[in-house]
């Protein structure tokens, strides 16, 4: 079957440090989103891409934050300048039009 | 604003059956979705609700009321392996992201 797949799957980084989390979502599906879940806490939704741009964001998806398709298959999530309250695991979704969210088993991300 | 309500943990008895209950209020409404999370791991797909009544899959079936903003997860003939968490998610129209409740902890005790 298909999956969702993230790189790397731990991230150790210095704070103020720049860090790009890596997925390749499942090659046919169109919408693709980004979500944190901090140690303990809920899954939060940070951003949704379709057809090449953002389709929504949260407030947590502020300007250190930044998302890109580069080419075909990857889809990228950039934070500018990472602080502690980063650390958290990130997953990755792609779906379908009418299809379920699948995640990435994600990326967890350590601020030291 | 958007609230999607499970109550914290649950513990339940191998071979038993157990109800996870959902209450959720959003601006609007396209769907409740119950995934299953292991410990440190992604949240899988369990079932989808749009329409009223139960939905069934092997042992996992999901109820959805939209009159009431009220979904359960039903699970039978528990296994140890169910223990995970449970959550439960709203979204509110075809394209927007999904909204998470914070997830119930089942533990499965033999």
């Known amino acids: 079957e298909p999956e969702v797949t993230q790189t790397p799957s731990h991230q150790v980084t210095q704070m103020g440090q720049e860090v790009i989390l890596r997925c390749v979502p499942i090659s046919n599906h169109l919408y693709f989103y980004w979500y944190r879940q901090i140690l303990g806490q809920k899954v939060e939704f940070l951003v949704s891409f379709y057809n090449n741009e953002i389709s929504e964001k949260s407030e947590i998806f502020d300007d250190q934050f930044s998302v890109e398709r580069p080419d075909g298959s990857n889809f990228t999530l950039k934070i500018r300048s990472t602080k502690l309250e980063d650390s958290a695991m990130y997953f990755c979704?792609?779906?379908?039009?009418?299809?379920?969210?699948?995640f990435g088993d994600g990326t967890r991300l350590s601020i030291l | 604003g958007q609230n999607i309500d499970q109550p914290t943990e649950m513990t339940a008895t191998e071979g038993a059956i157990v109800q996870i209950n959902c209450t959720y209020q959003t601006s609007g409404f396209n769907g409740l979705f119950w995934y299953q999370q292991h410990a440190g791991e992604a949240p899988t797909f369990l079932s989808y609700?749009?329409?009223?009544g139960l939905e069934e899959k092997g042992r996992f079936s999901s109820f959805l009321s939209r009159s009431k903003g009220y979904s359960y997860l039903l699970l039978k003939e528990l296994q140890m392996k169910d223990s995970a968490s449970y959550l439960c998610a709203a979204r509110n129209s075809g394209n927007t992201p999904l909204v998470f409740g914070k997830g119930t902890r089942l533990s499965v005790i033999a």
């Open positions: 609700n749009v329409l009223d």
């Open positions: 979704a792609s779906r379908n039009s009418n299809q379920p969210q699948h």
